[in-house]
């Protein structure tokens, strides 16, 4: 096998993943991600647990894991936001969303079951590589 099918820089072109429902049932949407290997995850990655660790610093040395898990999940959906290179399947009121950082943070933060499938997606290793 050659090496280079193995090598994770697959992770820098982005995968689709189909997108099922709270029900378990298929949707339309399908959201393109990068691999969870990709250099933007990795420094999204970083970025983020630098803000996790500023942000929960000096609270109450994590007595408050509430706050903490709050604090975690959404370090999580930055980094799905920042991965995320395109989507279809997703309207508001009529319209097709457009993709902006801002605007998959909204839908992310409104369906957090769904960054939870995608970071399964990310972290697949056959969605990107073909080795």
Known sequence: MEINDLSTAGHETPSECEIFGVD?????VVISVLGADSKTARISSKVRLDEVVAETKGKGNGKDPKFIAEVMQEAELR???????GWKGL???GEDYEL???????????????????NVHMREDGNFIKG
């Open 24 to 28: 378990g049932e298929k949707t339309d």
């Open 79 to 85: 980094v799905v936001a920042d991965c995320t290179a």
């Open 91 to 93: 309207q508001s009121e």
């Open 100 to 118: 902006s950082y801002e605007s998959a943070l909204e839908f992310y933060r409104k369906v957090p079951y769904i960054v939870a499938q995608l």
